[in-house]
Every structure is written in structure tokens, then in C-alpha cells.
């Protein structure tokens, strides 16, 4: 099926894209000459790089340079970049760090503008190795250089036959339409042979390493200014430019081009181990899950799937809906089929009585059960015919929208007519060719991808072949959810960042302060009351009707209950009074700096739902709402919801949907169900205003957020200034 591709949106202000003209990248990844710097007979590196060019079919100038010139590889070699100026635009460096500045003063000098280091023992090494980091990147930025790497093995460009590659890769590859940033050069070794072997060709396979320069944001930007590029593929262990990765991600999922990403990493060890392997923090995982998927990306949990995946949206882009038909020869499948598809949240429709009636006409036996996933059983080798009958039934059925047949693409002439329902070497349509619907193909287990399959695929007679249903449903269901959130983002209005508010935040403040805070934009609260006097504290307690709450004020005091800083249920008067003398001494025999306000005094609410409505500043991604159970809850069940700011309302009421406690919002044992677009709203009121207190704000926090039906008040909140 061929797949066209949207123009992309406008980049945003911080994408490479937005200077206009030829994309500042083109220079490194579509290079007119190379320099390969330190080639030598004696170095691997040098032949596997020459020779990688070379089978590559390099169309301009390869430049070998070393100090002692001479002939290598077969062609005179030159003692200096400076002998190459205006025939490169790229080196190839190849020697170790302590050779880099003078190379670098070279490069400039013949502006050779585009450097690829694969010279280890930088940040990946520890401090020193850090601070060598940061003056490569420093001295290159003087110099107006650009660096890939270093700590890494290049890159390939197969539809521009640019094969800048310094370690193994196959004999020959086919130029396809999947862009791959990768922070491991090693794992791109392996990955263009799996690639390869799954019948997913790749546009461009870079490899970013340690990324002193260009990071796996400013790849992803220059793979999604090619026209060649239908799915963006990510090995990704830590974000180092994240406003521009998630612009990147954003014109991306406007564009109808796919990113997929494996995140390494995810748990306490993999982020120990990626952090040592990249110099980097790889942040928490779940801030990092949730944001990718915010932005589109879509996230897959091996390596495996992260081909499959791709391969498999490469193949259809946006699929036109969620409701998916099954054809197979295998009750056993059936089974494996129901399973995986419920695991993934995929819908299996029942089919439609016209579909039944024409499985029945078709030749379907009566022991075969005409449902779905649909098992044509045994009989299938007494007449052939019907599997391909069954298969155009159900992608004409009207509640189906995706067709999966098991099988993988035919391997031959003579099965691809049996598999038509021809003989005799006929090949009459295939299913992929008649079909109103797309079709995917899921095999059992792997099997060899034939030229003759290929050459299926490449005519439109066959479609994508994933591995396995355990493989291939998982990345199907992935793909629907992208393709619904692509449709649904054209409906939503955009995420704005709320003006700046002007603030004093030279000082800590007090929970009085904070609600007072969110009280001036709009936000309910909970009525408070300042009282500084056990004398005040009475008089304001006689305009309560109804049981009240006494709390400390004070900026100092962080855990107000842990100090006898909160009193509840006080019914009285005289019972505040008291409450208030006894707290103060309290507070003040447990923390005798404690700067005091007073006490603040309010009215205690019925009980209702209690939320956490927090926004915290990640260490990689910035201001981030996080939405759970209020208390302790939020910790224990580990059931929260996460977004990165700015958002807006509609993504704040997905995320009640994602929170395993999503039923108690329904309605739980009598309790009135929560007005969702309401709570939606102040919750976004909330992080707006979290939003606007600027770069000095480390969390603003409410919890609770009490919810009782459409009735929402801000019960308690605080604020952290860094």
C-alpha cells in the first residue's frame, strides 16, 4: 500500500527547520565529498569505512588524509584536511581525542564544516572525560563546526548512497523509508541486519553516541525535512533537547510521519547502566513514557517490536479505523489471537449476517464457526479456495476496517497461486489487491524473506509480514491508537503557555499564601481564614456554621500534621481557642525557627474523592502535571497520570481515563459521578497558573483537590520556590 505523506507543519522556534532553505543537516548526512581522517592499511576502521563507501557506491570524492600521504587503499592519500578544501563537506575522524583540536583547526581552515567523531573516552568516562566533552563542543562551536558524536560509528543514508559507516554492515541494502537515530552504534550493527532479514529497508541509520552536538532531536528534525522518510525509529536512552524533540515529535504527528521509540533504561538498573554508557541522567521513566506519548510517540518494549512496529506503519501510515478482522486455518491461533488481541485493547467485531451467509455460500463447512477471528479449519486443504474467499468476506465485512490474514507473503510462484485460490501456476488477485480495507499479514513463527516475496510487496500484491501474532498484534494495536490520536489531535485546540505572572519569590511560602494564589485566578478554594491570636481565632470560629479545621501558617513548616500543626472537627468556639494555644505551642516546641503567621481556619467539607493535583519541574522535560489519588494513595498504587506543561483541557481529561482508580470517577457505591469536563477545566486552571509563575518554581502542589459530583475545592496546597 502506498502511503503519502502530509507536509509538515511550520517548525517551531526551536526546531533547525525554522532558518528556511536547505535544512542544516544536509551538508553532514548528504555529503558532496568525504575525508576519511587517519586512514592507514593498518587500521580497521580505515578499510571498513573506505570500503563501506565504496559497495556503497559513493557518488563523489573520497579523500584519504594522513601526515605521511603515500598511497592507501589503492589511491594516493593527502597529509591535510587543508589539502581538500571546497571538494568535502564531511570528515570522517578516526583518530583519538588528543589529535581532535588540530584536526579541528584543519577542518575549518579547508571548511570541511561536518565532522563524524567515533573517538571514545569522553563523557561517557567520568568527569575528566566530561569536561574534554565540553571543550570539543566549545571549540567546535567557535570554529563553526558541526559534530556527530563523538563515541560513535556514523551513519547511512541508503537513498542517498552515503555509506559513512566505520564498522560491519551487510554486503548491500535496499533504500527504503524508515529513518533511524540510534544513541548505540552497536545495536545499529545488528539492527540493519534484522532489518534486512524482515523486509523493512531504511532511509537513514544515524548514529548519535554521545551527542556533544547533535543530538537524537536534531536527527529526528533533519529525517523529517526528507521527503524519503514515512517513519521516524528511536533507540533512545535520555532526552538532551527536549523542547526540540518534543516539537520535532509534535510537526511529526501533523505530518502523518510516525516516531517510534525503544527507551532504554526503564528500570532502577537499565537507568544505571545507560547513564554510565551515554554520561547522561536517564530521568524517571514513567515522566518519560507519559510525555512521549503525548507528543505521538509511539513507545515499544523491545527491539523487536520497535522493527515491527515501524516496518508495519511504514507500510500503512494511518489506519482508517480500530475494529480488526482475523482469518486463519488454526483454531489454536484463534485462541492466541483472542488473547493477545484483549492483552492490547484491540476490538474484534462480530461479523455481519451478510458475512456469514457469504462464508456459508462460499464453501465455509457447517463444523467451522463462522465468527472472529475466523478459523477456516482443516478444510482448507480439500478446497483450497476457501481461504481466499474468506478473506475477501471479511474485508468487505461492514463492522471491519483492518483485515489480518495468517501467512506470511508466498515464497514462491506455485504457493502464491494455491494461496490465490489458482493452480496450475496461475496467479490470479491476491487479497492485498482487492481488498477495501488493508491487509497484514502475521506469520506463526518467522520465516525467510524470499526475492520473489519482496518483489510481491514491492508490486502491491502482498502486504507488511509481521513475525508472529504475539509480535504483530501488540505493534497493529500501537498503530490504531496513533492513528486515532493523530485524527483526534485536528479537532483539539493547541496547548498555550499562560503569560508570565509577576511574583515575589524571593521567599518560601506558606499553604495561605499558595491557595490565596490559585483563589485570584479563578481556582475554587475552600474558604480560609487568617487568625493570629487565640482572641481572633474564637471571634472568627462564631461565624462557622458547622464543624471546622485549624492549621498552622507558616513557610517553615513543610508536614503540618507531623508537629500538631492540624486540628480537624472543631465544633465551637472555645474549642478553636484552644486548638489554636495548643498549637502554637506545639509548633514552636518542635521547630523553634519556625517563622509563624497564625493559623489559618476553615470550614471542613464533606468527604468526597481526593485528588493530588501536583506540578513538579523533571530534570529533563521541565514543568510537568501529575494528576492521582490524593494522600498517600498517589505512592502506594504508584496510580498517577502525567503530562508535560503547556497543555490543555481535553489532554487533562484523558488523563483521568488512564488512572487505574478511573471507576471511583464513575460513580463508586453511591458517591455522585465526577463532572469530568469541570474537573478538567480547574485542573488545567491549575497548571496554567503553575505555568505562568516562571523559571524560579520547583512544584505547586493541591492535595487534596476534593471532588464531590460537580462540587471541586482546593482543600490545601504549597508551593517551592528553588
Known amino acids: 500500500m502506498s502511503v503519502d505523506r502530509e507536509p509538515a507543519q511550520a517548525a517551531g522556534a526551536g526546531s533547525l527547520a525554522a532558518q528556511g532553505g536547505e535544512h542544516p543537516l544536509a551538508s553532514m548526512f548528504a555529503p558532496k565529498g568525504i575525508a576519511i581522517v587517519g586512514a592507514s592499511e593498518r587500521s580497521a576502521w580505515s578499510w571498513q569505512t573506505f570500503g563501506n563507501l565504496h559497495r556503497g557506491n559513493y557518488p563523489h570524492e573520497i579523500h584519504l588524509v594522513n601526515p605521511k600521504g603515500g598511497q592507501i587503499h589503492g589511491q594516493a592519500a593527502v597529509r591535510s584536511l587543508r589539502e581538500v578544501e571546497g571538494r568535502a563537506d564531511l570528515a570522517v575522524v578516526l583518530t583519538g581525542p588528543n589529535s581532535l583540536p588540530a584536526i579541528m583547526d584543519e577542518a575549518a581552515a579547508a571548511n570541511v564544516r561536518n565532522l563524524v567523531v567515533i573517538a571514545a573516552g569522553f563523557g561517557e568516562a567520568g568527569a575528566e572525560g566530561a569536561r574534554m566533552e565540553r571543550e570539543l563542543k566549545e571549540r567546535a562551536d567557535d570554529l563553526g563546526l558541526q559534530i556527530l558524536g563523538p563515541n560513535n560509528l556514523g551513519f547511512i543514508s541508503t537513498v542517498g548512497a552515503t555509506y559513512a559507516w566505520t564498522s560491519l554492515m551487510p554486503a548491500s541494502l535496499t533504500p527504503g523509508s524508515v529513518g533511524i537515530v540510534s544513541q548505540s552504534g552497536a545495536l545499529g550493527i545488528f539492527l540493519m541486519n534484522y532489518l534486512q532479514s524482515r523486509d523493512v529497508p531504511f532511509s537513514h541509520l544515524i548514529s548519535v553516541g554521545n551527542e556533544a552536538m547533535l543530538t537524537v532531536a536534531e536527527g529526528m528534525d533533519y529525517l523529517l525535512s526528507q521527503e524519503s522518510t514515512k517513519v521516524i525509529a528511536l533507540y533512545v536512552e535520555a532526552v538532551r533537547n527536549p523542547e526540540l524533540f518534543i516539537d520535532v515529535a509534535e510537526r511529526a504527528l501533523a505530518a502523518g510521519v510516525p516516531v517510534v521509540a525503544y527507551k532504554a533504561g526503564r528500570g532502577e538498573v537499565g537507568a544505571k547502566v545507560t547513564a554510565a554508557h551515554t554520561g547522561s541522567l536517564a530521568g524517571d521513566n514513567r515522566v518519560y513514557s507519559a510525555i512521549m506519548a503525548q507528543h505521538g510517540v509511539v513507545q515499544v518494549d523491545t527491539i523487536e517490536d520497535l522493527v515491527t512496529t515501524s516496518g508495519l506503519l511504514d507500510a500503512y501510515g494511518e489506519l482508517p479505523g480500530h475494529r480488526v478482522g482475523f482469518v486463519t486455518a488454526s483454531g489454536a491461533m484463534c485462541g492466541v489471537i483472542g488473547d493477545v488481541s484483549e492483552e492490547n485493547g484491540l476490538a474484534l467485531p462480530e461479523l455481519d449476517e451478510s458475512t456469514v451467509r457469504a462464508l456459508r455460500e462460499g464453501g465455509l463447512p457447517d463444523f467451522a464457526t463462522a465468527q472472529n477471528p475466523l478459523d477456516t479449519t ?58 477495501p480495507v488493508p491487509v497484514i499479514r502475521m506469520e506463526f513463527f518467522p520465516t525467510e524473506r524470499t526475492e520473489f516475496a519482496r518483489e510481491l510487496r514491492r508490486e502491491g500484491k502482498a502486504g507488511f509480514v509481521a513475525d508472529s501474532f504475539t509480535r504483530g498484534i501488540p505493534a497493529l494495536a500501537k498503530a490504531i491508537r496513533w492513528s486515532e490520536l493523530r485524527r483526534s489531535r485536528k479537532t483539539e485546540p493547541p496547548a498555550v503557555t499562560p503569560p508570565r505572572l509577576d511574583l515575589d519569590t524571593s521567599t518560601q ?15 475554587p478554594v475552600v474558604p480560609q481564614h487568617l487568625v493570629t491570636s487565640a482572641d481572633e481565632a474564637e471571634k472568627q470560629a462564631e461565624s462557622f456554621d458547622g464543624p471546622m479545621v485549624l492549621k498552622i501558617s507558616s513557610a517553615d513548616v513543610a508536614h503540618k500534621t507531623d508537629v500538631g500543626g492540624v486540628v480537624l472537627g472543631l465544633r465551637t468556639p472555645a474549642e478553636v481557642r484552644a486548638a489554636y494555644e495548643r498549637m502554637i505551642a506545639d509548633v514552636r516546641a518542635a521547630q523553634p525557627q519556625a517563622a509563624i503567621e497564625g493559623a489559618v481556619l476553615s470550614p471542613m467539607r464533606p468527604e468526597g474523592l481526593d485528588l493530588v493535583v501536583g506540578v513538579v519541574r523533571d530534570q529533563v522535560w521541565g514543568l510537568t502535571l501529575v494528576v492521582g489519588l490524593g ?43 465526577v463532572d469530568l469536563d469541570h474537573l478538567a477545566e480547574v485542573i488545567g486552571s491549575i497548571a496554567n497558573i503553575a505555568a505562568a509563575c516562571g523559571d524560579r518554581l520547583e512544584a505547586l502542589e493541591v492535595n487534596p483537590l476534593r471532588v464531590r459530583g460537580d462540587k471541586i475545592e482546593v482543600l490545601d496546597a504549597l508551593v517551592r520556590w528553588v
Request: charge should be negative; glycine fraction near 10%; proline fraction near 9%.
Open 378 to 435: 482443516g478444510y482448507l486443504t480439500i478446497n483450497p479456495a476457501i481461504m481466499p474467499m474468506s478473506q475477501e468476506a471479511v474485508a468487505r465485512d461492514p463492522n471491519v476496517d483492518i483485515l489480518v490474514v495468517h501467512g506470511g507473503v508466498p515464497a514462491t510462484p506455485e504457493a502464491a497461486a494455491m494461496y490465490s485460490g489458482g493452480g496450475g501456476g496461475e496467479q490470479p488477485k491476491s487479497i492485498d489487491e482487492i481488498s
Open 509 to 523: 511560602w506558606s499553604e495561605r499564601q499558595a491557595v490565596q494564589l490559585l483563589a485570584e485566578h479563578g481556582v
Open 631 to 673: 494522600g498517600v494513595w498517589v505512592e502506594v498504587l504508584r496510580d498517577s497520570s502525567i503530562r508535560a506543561l503547556p497543555t490543555n483541557t481535553a489532554e487533562v481529561r484523558k488523563m483521568f481515563t488512564e488512572l487505574k482508580s478511573f471507576p471511583l470517577f464513575e460513580g463508586f457505591r453511591g458517591a455522585p459521578p
